[in-house]
């Protein structure tokens, strides 16, 4: 099962041919990257032996926990059956249609938003190209083609193609790339604790930060706009979580003027935040949803765009052919295991945990941190929970950011068999769903474990004061 003589080799190759996403290639190929070599449950293993609870769950998408046989047999049985076959020529394939309808019973509907059909990619980053693709010629079906700028916000990720990243707000990506592509532009995240002004509430704030939108709606011209998207939470940019008051004014906003609104739950969606899809959870009202992770749990690759009927009824109604579609939508092994992955989901009622007893008591313990004098606004939504690394946790005093305080946090981590993030000075996690009370308390264990070595730490550096 393990074998450390084995680890040397592996970085060997590793570093001598693998190019990793999101990473300083020569950097890696000095240290060796860790080879994570098995998985169960919430744990995962490296090629030494470590175990490491994994926080993250993956990449914010092994929602069910790792090993579930179900999956495997799913996509064994289904590439026996139908490995591949292309939905281009007027062809389909059940697992495709199945999935399509058992998503569009799980949307619920809100008002004329409600969501009856799907168009599938393999990625978050692919379904948010076609979002862009379909906003397009809905405007131009509609005789508005001039409405082409999407506003998105900074410090969103949407993906790491040329117009996911141009719709996602990282500046890092845009600087890399030349981009953002034309026509799409960038408003401030709700961000309470860096750009909250002297003695606003939070839920001043939140309203305020929405009318950053409608501020660039104007700047703009109303009628060159054609959509607004957004995470619920965003993830990547450090799990930031809105006030209260900022979903119900943006629906506001994007009302008054007509622009479509999406909805990118590639990490929000299926029992994330304790619902099927986020938007319920915040009872706003979009047109489309893009999702992607947690469909699959990570097992396989899929994504896709839950399209509401205001924009499916133009495509389909007016649009004649559609030029846009890739190789794997609607790929039969990827929807098949989307499925088995459901049927768990909703025979263990993860998501109706999530927003239930298990939430609460995640909450409850996560907030817990607050009490530890190296954080400041621990908070979690569902099963996604963030806080800041802060000097002081009264005066909410902030380390310089290139101290990189986030990253001293993460290797302790590592070292204690943790893995939860770091996004600047903020650490987040997203476990696994199908984490139990008693996972929890272990998981609280190790975050508490590092927080008291981190401080050490930083106190042996003379970045910290030795009186906290
Ligand atoms: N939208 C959102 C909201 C995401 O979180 C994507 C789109 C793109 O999905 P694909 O499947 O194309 O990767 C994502 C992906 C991180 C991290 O560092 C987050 C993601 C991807 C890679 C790294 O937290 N989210």
């Known amino acids: ?74 996509a064994f049985d289904q590439m026996l059956k139908l490995p591949y076959y292309n939905s281009f020529f007027q062809t389909t394939n059940e697992p495709a249609v199945r999935l399509a309808a058992r998503l569009a019973s799980l949307a619920p509907k809100v008002g004329d938003r409600s969501f009856n059909h799907v168009f599938y990619s393999s990625s978050g980053s692919e379904s948010n190209d076609s979002n862009v693709r379909m906003v397009r010629r809905y405007w131009d079906l509609l005789g508005q083609p001039q409405r082409k700028v999407i506003i998105s916000r900074h410090n969103a990720y949407h993906g790491s193609t040329m117009a996911g990243a141009s719709l996602g707000g990282m500046s890092g990506m845009h600087a890399q790339g030349d981009l953002p592509i034309p026509n799409i532009v960038h408003i401030d995240q709700p961000y309470y604790l860096d750009k909250r002004q002297e003695g606003e509430s939070e839920a001043d704030f939140g309203l305020r930060s929405a009318r950053w939108l409608e501020d660039k709606i104007l700047e703009i011209g109303p009628d060159k706009v054609a959509a607004f998207i957004a995470e619920p939470v965003q993830g990547a940019g450090g799990v930031i979580i809105p006030p209260a008051s900022y979903w119900p004014e943006i629906q506001r906003i994007v009302d008054k003027y007509g622009i479509l609104l999406i909805s990118d739950e590639v990490i929000c969606a299926f029992g994330r935040l304790g619902y099927w899809f986020a938007y319920e959870r915040f009872g706003y009202k979009p047109d489309l949803v893009t999702f992607a992770k947690g469909i699959t749990s990570g097992y396989i690759p899929l994504g896709g765009v839950m399209v509401g009927n205001r924009v499916a009824e133009v495509l389909i109604e007016k649009g004649g052919e559609f030029n846009h579609g890739y190789t794997y939508s609607g790929h039969p092994v990827a929807c098949a295991v989307a499925l088995a992955n459901l049927d768990i989901m909703e025979r263990e009622q993860l998501p109706q945990k999530v927003r239930g007893e298990l939430g609460a008591y995640f909450a409850s313990r996560y907030a817990e941190l607050n009490a530890h004098p190296l954080v400041a606004m621990a908070q979690t939504c569902g099963f996604v929970g963030g806080f800041v ?80």
């Open 1 to 74: 099962m393990t074998n450390p003589m084995h680890t040397p080799s592996i970085q060997e190759l590793d570093s001598a041919h693998y190019l990793h996403p999101f990473t300083d290639f020569k950097d890696l190929s000095g240290r060796g990257a860790k080879v994570v070599t098995r998985a169960e449950g919430i744990y995962v293993w490296d090629s030494e032996g470590h175990q490491l609870l994994d926080a993250m769950s993956g990449l914010w998408c092994v929602n069910v926990g790792y090993g579930r046989r179900e999956l495997a047999q799913a």
């Open 389 to 468: 690394l802060v000097k002081n946790s009264t005066t909410l005093e902030r380390f310089a950011p290139d101290l990189s305080v986030g990253m001293v946090c993460r290797r302790f981590c590592f070292e204690n068999g943790l893995i939860m993030r770091a996004v600047g000075d903020r650490m987040i996690v997203a476990p696994p769903l199908v984490m139990t009370p008693t996972d929890i308390d272990e998981l609280m264990r190790r975050i508490f474990l590092v927080l008291d070595l981190t401080q050490k730490e930083l106190q042996r550096l003379g970045w910290l004061s030795e009186s906290l």
